[in-house]
């Protein structure tokens, strides 16, 4: 064996305190509230704020918590930002003032952190809120808090910040609506996806007192120009845009312009300029020319008629692709989480992004404008779809609260929900975090639940509307044992375990009984998911929470009795990698802030990275960006989702990808699998030329038994026989089609 490492990007700033919680991996809250360890990290560039946060009080008797807000001290969010999400859009945000004083007084409604954000009733906020657009007619807007009967003063109804590290959690939420006056307008939801305009974690510092100063005002503004995205239409082509919100104190005359200055200095105008509104909207510049492989800084500006700069955007330093390019995007709906891929009969492709608080989308991608045909809500009031993932024409979409729910996709733009899987009968909130699919088995791990959910493993070959449990492995050797996921690599299993201790190795040939084999890891894992090599002898794990180390380790696990480390895939050390799946000998890796990662990995323990797609552009480190992708469309297309912006397409240049030849006509491949089944065999042919065909299954003794397809073929053929049709034993698949004969064989076994 050799040792390597294998450093992937040189070191912007130092290395940011380790995690102790991330985004998926939380088991006692429906989704990612900020931890203190996810403060964000400048990677380069100016300190322009989108998001302007004033304290008008004297002494300063509040402060932000340091988490990764946009202002005060890493505490203060748009409302989008804050893990509830918001259904308020950029252009419609305000600037707001918070007046703090005890003597007067907002009945706001409560939610509950200690019992999954449910409404708590009405509690007393000392002070108001106001949208100050008009600042001569200010607006009373609506205010709700956090609280958690587990700290400081527990539930009392009152909001009261403590002076621990997270403020009690006693978090303040201003919203859009106009102030009720009694606290009904949110009477019976829970905290999620609302009309939140900002949300803040606040607390007091040492040595002060709550109301010490009174009364006082908190005032939240931003500038005319904000919110830089950069996409990547192709190789070294940008796209340039941000959000302009009009402002009565610009002249006449101002225009929006844009700027890229590479690391050297060198300033590029666009020369775009577009002039200004009395509404939001979003301008943009195209530039071609740049070099991949540099870093650029994007910076818009507001200019007046001279040309003089009025206003600056934060600036954003990025390299934004590689060998990629952008198909399209889908950004509708909002709390993006995991994707799958379906691919209907037809040969149409569609994306399945699970949304956690609304369901799963299903969209189309097979033109250039990814378009949602389908949709399925979430089912029983359980709002957090996780995970999703797709067996033949049935979709499993993954619930951290609640069953799961299976969808019929045989038509895409009419899915169906068809059942309902409990997968911890008798726990209250007892879903599952996350499931793995493997010919007609689901391998679902994680959920919130008393004691050890370990692995449940179902057979869908019988019925794929109703999973059957076939067995089960709860592993009791880990000091807290959760599999956050699962890779099924033939009759091998590996279980990472989240909370240290490593990676299980499991012998999964009798699916009824699982055992294991071994344990592999290192010390400070944070082992989040596992993705393997073709031939299975390389496995490469992903490190999400983790003390030594959010990235990729790869493992030698040719002998599961004597793993070997051999290397590290660090593309910055300070960030934070999530799922990764292998492909041929490329290696796709899904890497929340640095977006979507491809390597080569033609030698498995040397990974040279090829391509890259950077979705998220800010800043900050953490769990923002790109949760997962679907590298497995026969069309070379990857979904990509991103946590903060929906769904890209991506299309990765031919130079990295291994692409298959035309066929000449008279050309024919035919190839099917698995090889032996004891369920769906998925079949596929592909012709060089139109032809009129006829595929069918004869038995040994030569005779047709079954007819899968006759008629006219063009391109691509694909279909699916069931083996529970047949009795076990030997069969050939035999395709006549202009003039040929091509035979493959197969077994059924039970």
Request: net charge negative; aromatic share 10%; with cysteine.
């Amino acid at each position: 064996m050799r040792l390597a490492l294998v450093l992937f990007a040189v070191l912007a700033v130092p290395a940011a305190v380790s995690q102790s919680l991330a985004s998926d991996a939380l088991r006692s809250q429906p989704t990612a509230e900020p931890a203190l360890s996810l403060a964000a990290a400048e990677k380069g560039g100016d300190t322009e704020a989108d998001l302007i946060a004033t304290l008008d009080s004297s002494p300063q008797w509040l402060e932000g918590v340091p988490f990764s807000g946009r202002a005060f001290g890493g505490g203060v969010y748009y409302g989008r930002d804050w893990f509830m999400g918001s259904t308020v859009d950029p252009s419609d945000d305000v600037p707001v003032e918070i007046v703090l004083d005890r003597f007067e007084t907002s009945n706001a409604r409560v939610f509950r952190r200690d019992l999954s954000y449910q409404d708590g009733g009405v509690g007393v906020f000392r002070g108001a809120a106001y949208d100050v657009s008009d600042p001569e007619n200010p607006r009373r807007l609506n205010i709700a808090f956090v609280e958690d009967d587990r700290l400081c003063s527990g539930a009392d109804a009152l909001w009261a910040p403590g002076n621990d590290t997270v403020g009690c959690r006693e978090y303040l939420y201003i919203y859009a609506s106009d102030y009720d006056g009694d606290g009904s307008t949110y009477a019976g939801t829970n905290g999620y996806d609302l009309d939140l305009l900002y949300a803040l974690a606040l607390r007091i510092p040492a040595g002060r007192a709550l109301f010490e100063a009174n009364p006082s005002m908190l005032s939240l503004a931003f500038p005319p120009i904000r919110f830089v995205e950069i996409e990547a239409p192709s190789n070294g082509i940008v796209k340039v845009s941000a959000q302009f919100t009009s402002s009565p104190d610009l002249p006449s005359g101002a225009a929006i312009g844009f700027t890229i200055t590479d690391d050297g200095g060198t300033s590029i105008d666009l020369s775009t300029t577009h002039p200004i509104a009395d509404t939001a909207f979003r301008p943009s510049a195209l530039h071609n020319g740049l070099d991949p492989l540099q870093f650029y800084t994007y910076q818009a500006e507001v200019r007046d008629g001279s040309g003089e700069t009025l206003h600056r955007s934060a600036p954003i330093r990025a390299k934004v692709a590689r060998n990629a390019s952008l198909v399209g995007r889908w950004s509708e709906r909002r709390s993006w989480a995991d994707v799958w891929g379906y691919t209907a009969p037809t040969g149409r492709e569609y994306a399945l992004v699970a949304l956690q608080s609304l369901g799963v989308s299903i969209v189309d991608i097979s033109d250039n404008t990814p378009t949602e045909v389908g949709f399925v809500p979430t089912t029983n009031g359980a709002n957090d779809s996780k995970d999703v993932k797709v067996i033949g024409d049935y979709a499993y979409l993954i619930n951290e609260v609640g069953p799961v729910q299976i969808i019929d996709l045989s038509d895409p733009s009419n899915p169906q929900q068809v059942g309902l899987l409990d997968v911890q009968p008798g726990v209250v909130s007892g879903g599952a975090h996350n499931v793995s699919v493997d010919d007609q088995y689901l391998y679902v791990t994680g959920g919130r639940t008393i004691g050890n959910a370990g692995l449940r493993i179902y057979s869908v070959a019988a019925d794929p509307t109703a999973p059957a449990l076939v067995g089960e492995f709860r592993p009791d050797h880990f000091q807290d044992v959760y599999y956050h996921d699962f890779y099924v690599d033939g009759d091998i299993g590996y279980g990472p375990n989240i909370y240290g201790g490593g990676v299980d190795i499991l012998d999964l040939s009798d699916r009824a009984n699982p055992t294991l084999i071994g344990t592999f890891g290192y010390p400070g894992s944070g082992a989040h998911n596992v993705c393997g090599t073709t031939d299975g002898g390389i496995m490469y794990v992903g490190d999400e929470i983790g003390s030594a180390g959010n990235w990729t380790r790869v493992f030698d696990v040719s002998d599961p009795l004597n793993v070997e480390y051999e290397a590290d895939i660090i593309v910055d050390a300070d960030a934070v990698v999530h799922n990764c799946y292998v492909v041929g000998d490329l290696l796709h890796i899904g890497h929340y802030t640095e977006g979507y990662r491809v390597f080569d990995v033609s030698d498995p323990l040397a990974p040279e990275e090829v391509a890259f797609y950077d979705t998220y552009i800010p800043s900050n480190y953490g769990v923002d960006g790109v949760w997962s992708i679907y590298p497995f469309f026969e069309s070379g297309k990857v979904a990509v989702s991103d946590r903060n912006g929906g769904l890209f397409v991506i299309q990765l240049d031919a130079s990295v990808t291994t692409t298959e030849p035309s066929l000449e006509p008279g050309q024919i491949e035919m190839t099917l699998g698995p090889n032996p089944a004891d369920g769906p065999i998925r079949i596929r042919v592909r012709l060089g030329a139109p032809t009129q065909a006829r595929l069918s299954v004869v038995d040994v003794r030569g005779r047709e038994v079954m007819t899968v397809f006759d008629g006219d073929a063009i391109g691509t053929l694909r279909a699916t026989i069931e083996a529970g049709d047949l009795v076990p034993g030997l069969y050939l698949l035999r395709l006549g089609a202009g003039g040929e004969t091509v035979t493959r064989p197969f077994s059924v076994v039970r």
